[in-house]
């Protein structure tokens, strides 16, 4: 069983910079692959990054340049880099854990953080 608690998000101005911290519980977090997803209002949970247990970090397009994923297993989290943040990256931002392989669909995961609200105002 693994917990996932985000954190960091908040509102600030189109074209700054947040950084998202997952922290998870337990002693297996190296061996899990983590992704980061997020959900607008009225829309569907999408796929933003996802980080192997050997640090490969594959990226949404409408992401690719400007957030960086990365993870501190000494520390059992994974972070979200957010830098030139649009009005559109407003949404709920979750992180999840994945057991094996990697994944970009919601459904590939096996467990899920509460989430944190980023919102980007104009």
């Known amino acids: 069983q693994v917990q996932l608690v985000e954190s960091g998000g908040e509102l600030v101005q189109a074209g700054g910079s947040l950084r998202l911290s997952c922290a998870a519980s337990?002693?297996?977090?190296?061996?899990?692959?983590m992704g980061w997803f997020r959900q607008a209002p009225g829309k569907e949970r999408e796929f933003v990054a996802v980080?192997?247990?050997?640090?490969?970090?594959y990226y949404a397009d409408s992401v690719k340049g400007r957030f960086t994923i990365s993870r501190d297993n000494a520390k059992n989290t994974v972070y979200l880099q957010m830098n030139s943040l649009k009005p559109e990256d407003t949404a709920v931002y979750y992180c999840?854990?994945?057991?094996?392989?990697?994944?970009?669909?919601?459904?590939?995961?096996?467990?899920w953080g509460q989430g944190t609200q980023v919102t980007v105002s104009s």
């Open positions: 999840a854990a994945r057991r094996v392989g990697l994944s970009t669909t919601p459904g590939g995961y096996d467990y």
């Open positions: 980080i192997s247990r050997g640090d490969s970090a």
């Open positions: 337990g002693r297996t977090f190296s061996t899990y692959a």
